[in-house]
Nanobody, 121 residues
Framework: QVHLVESGGGLVQTGGSLRLSCAASGSFFRLNNMGWYRQAPGKQREFVAQITSAGSTNYADSVKGRFTISRDNAKNTVYLQMNSLKPEDTGVYSC???????????????WGQGTQVTVSS
C-alpha cells in the first residue's frame, strides 16, 4: 500500500509565500516522477509542476518564475515553494507520484488527498 500525504497549505495574502510538502510512504520498489496539480472551485484540475527522479523540472506557464518544485529522494518527499502568490493560485493542491511497486512491474500513479491554499486579495 502506497500513501501520499500533503501538508503546508493555508491562508496567505497576495504576494505571500507558502511551502507545500508531500511525503510518500509504504512499500514500493522505486518512485519515478512526482508532481503537483491544483483545482480551483468550479474548475478542472490543472497541472502545476513536475520533477523527475533525476531532478529535471517542468512548470505550467502560469507559475513559472514564482513556484519551485524540488524533492528529497532519501525522504521520498516532494516540495513546492510558492512565492508571489496571487488570488488565482487559490485551490486544492494535490501531489502525485509514479510508483513502481515491484522489480518487474509498470509504474502506477498515486495521488494524495490534497491541501487547501487560499490567497486573499
Amino acid at each position: 500500500q502506497v500513501h501520499l500525504v500533503e501538508s503546508g497549505g493555508g491562508l496567505v495574502q497576495t504576494g505571500g509565500s507558502l511551502r507545500l510538502s508531500c511525503a510518500a510512504s509504504g512499500s514500493f520498489f522505486r518512485l519515478n516522477n512526482m508532481g503537483w496539480y491544483r483545482q480551483a472551485p468550479g474548475k478542472q484540475r490543472e497541472f502545476v509542476a513536475q520533477i523527475t527522479s533525476a531532478g529535471s523540472t517542468n512548470y505550467a506557464d502560469s507559475v513559472k518564475g514564482r513556484f519551485t518544485i524540488s524533492r528529497d529522494n532519501a525522504k521520498n518527499t516532494v516540495y513546492l515553494q510558492m512565492n508571489s502568490l496571487k488570488p488565482e493560485d487559490t485551490g486544492v493542491y494535490s501531489c502525485n507520484g509514479d510508483f513502481v511497486l515491484g522489480w518487474n512491474t509498470n509504474a502506477a500513479k498515486y495521488w494524495g488527498q490534497g491541501t487547501q491554499v487560499t490567497v486573499s486579495s
